[in-house]
Nanobody
Framework: VQLQAFGGGLVQAGGSLRLSCAAS????????MGWYRQAPGKQREFVAS???????NYADSVQGRFTISRDNAKSTLYLQMNSLKPEDSAVYYC?????????WGQGTQVTVSS
């Protein structure tokens, strides 16, 4: 499966962005999908994940500001980001865990200006 992330851009602090991650084929709702991010000079870090039947998981740094969701009919994962901060600036990647393999999207740049 191929994942394509898009929706990044430049936004002022306090603003919002919605990231999307489109899969090349249907992904079962039981598959864990998530968002990660990597800022320059830092390791890639977990942002949020989702799977059917369970509450979404969020990193403490984004809890209450970001919302992860998915549209299984469209095989698309979303990340609604509100109240953005300069420290949210990073390349955002989507990931799917399918049958013990990890599939990553190519990343989309999010830049938050102060």
């Amino acid at each position: 499966v191929q994942l394509q992330a898009f929706g990044g851009g430049l936004v002022q602090a306090g603003g919002s962005l919605r990231l999307s991650c489109a899969a090349s084929r249907t992904i079962h709702s039981s598959v864990v999908m998530g968002w990660y991010r990597q800022a320059p000079g830092k390791q890639r870090e977990f942002v949020a994940s989702i799977r059917s039947g369970r509450d979404p998981n969020y990193a403490d740094s984004v809890q209450g500001r970001f919302t992860i969701s998915r549209d299984n009919a469209k095989s698309t994962l979303y990340l609604q980001m509100n109240s953005l901060k300069p420290e949210d600036s990073a390349v955002y990647y989507c990931k799917a865990n399918i049958e013990s393999r990890e599939y990553w999207g190519q990343g989309t740049q999010v830049t938050v200006s102060s």
